[in-house]
Structure formats: C-alpha cells, structure tokens
C-alpha cells in the first residue's frame, strides 16, 4: 500500500544490491578470517597472537551501527575518501545509458562485463565502508574460532609424529592441521553468513545503500505497510534458508565424517 506496487517485484528489484553487499562482506571476512586464524593458532604465545586477540575483542564489542557512523565520520566527513550510498550521480547516469547493459545487477561485475572499470571501481569505492562494518565482528569470530581450532590441532599427537619424520612446519599446517580445523571454522561461517543476512539491512540504513531494507524503512515510516513487512520476513527467512544449505553442503563435501553420518 506505501509504495502502491506488487510486494515481490519491490523485494527482487533491490536484491542486487543486498546481495552485492552481502557476498563482499562474505569474500572478505572468510579468507581473512580463516588466514588471521591460521598464522595466529601455532604462534599463539607470541605478541602478534596478543595483537590479534586485542582487535578480535575490539571489533566484536562494537554494535556494527555505532561502528558505520565512526568510519562515515573519519573516511568520508573528514578524509572525503569512501562516500555513502551505492553510487554517484554521475556514474548513476551512466548506468541509465542505453549503451550499458545491466546483466546481473551487481554494479562491480556488470562494469566489468561492460569493460567499465571505472564504473567497478567506483562501487568498490562505494562497498568499501559498509563491507568493513558488516564483516568486521564476523571476522574477528572467525579467526578467534580457527585460532582455537588450530591451537587443538597443533598439540594432537599426528602434529608430533609429522613433525618428528621433518616434515616442513607449512606442510604441518596446511596439509595436516588445518585441514581437520576446517570443520569448526565452516560451522563458525555458516552462523557468520546467516547474521551477515540479518545485520545487512541495519547497515545499509547507515550508509544509505538503497537495498531490501530501503522497502521496510519506508513501509513503517508513516502507515505500518503489513503486506511488505510480511514479504520482508518470508524473504530473511528463505534467503538464510538457502545459505545455511549451502553451506551445510560444503561442510559436508570437507568434512569426511559428516558425510560418514549423512550416509549412516
């Protein structure tokens, strides 16, 4: 009834953009928090390890609105450097050109695909402070549960006995350790990728995004919109739905014993 048009349309015709924001946040946090966690587990008694710790407790105490608010004061009222909203006016208008064709909606992949990569760029510019907000405590989560993982591993007796045959310490770790720390981890992304869908729509209300969250602020802005906050509701719910399975998918396709269950 607010914005007088069918509830599933409006949902789809900002997906691109919840969607872009929220696949960046998740090729951020998950290589970063798995490598974070790996180099911090064997060297946990060091000062990097201490370094590493400190940050994790800083990045998760920070509610990700409050966080939003402190990087657009610092990077864009002050520095001038990474703007709020998805794009400019100007590279907005070149999106309406006839000449450039909208393929998948996510604006770093079609410029690219339109051999733009200014226009790439310039989301990336755009993606740069929401993505940080979003996957900052994600991360932090998941290198602190790798490093645990890892610090199990390294002290199991395999570990011992690889190194006692002089196997090299990165052969240990990659190709030994990490690969039966991996389970907990996935697990930890699985959690981190269903919040990631949830805390999305607050972020994109920081930094104007003009995602699915543009739908239900205006929808209960004025007149409570219950057709839309119904609609915004199934659809957290299916897309969290389908990343869980997703990932439950490639935990099983990792973990042999997983498989070993599913199969039993």
């Known amino acids: 009834p607010v914005m007088r048009t069918e509830v599933l349309p409006a949902i789809l015709h900002r997906t691109p953009a919840t969607a872009e924001l929220t696949i960046s946040s998740l090729l951020l946090l998950i290589p970063l928090g798995l490598a974070r966690g790996l180099m911090a587990g064997p060297r946990h008694d060091r000062l990097p390890y201490h370094g590493f710790r400190l940050i994790a407790y800083v990045a998760t105490s920070i509610p990700p609105f409050i966080l939003g608010l402190v990087l657009l004061s610092i990077f864009y009222v002050g520095l001038h450097w990474f703007p709020p909203d998805r ?37 990336l510019r755009h993606l740069a402070l929401p993505v940080v907000t979003l996957s900052l405590a994600h991360w932090a989560t998941l290198g602190r549960v790798t490093r645990a993982s890892m610090i199990e591993e390294m002290n199991k007796e395999y570990v011992v006995a690889a190194r006692a045959r002089g196997l090299l310490n990165r052969s240990v770790v990659w190709r030994h350790a990490f690969l039966n720390a991996a389970p907990p981890a996935l697990a930890s992304t699985a959690l981190a990728a269903a919040s990631l869908v949830t805390g999305v729509f607050v972020v994109e209300a920081v930094f104007s995004f003009r995602g699915v969250s543009e739908l239900i602020t205006r929808g209960m802005s004025v007149t409570p919109d219950a057709p839309m906050a119904m609609g915004f509701a199934v659809y957290s719910v299916l897309v969290v739905l389908l990343m869980m399975f997703v990932l439950d998918v490639l935990q099983a396709l990792i973990n042999p014993h997983l498989r070993e269950e599913v199969m039993g």
């Not at 070149?94 to 992949?109: S, W």
Request: glycine content about 8%; hydrophobic content about 40%.
């Open 87 to 123: 794009l400019d006016i100007g590279t907005s208008i070149d999106l309406n050109d006839t000449a450039f064709r909208t393929i998948t909606g996510l604006h770093t992949l079609d410029g690219l695909l339109n051999s733009r990569l200014d226009i790439s760029l310039e989301a």
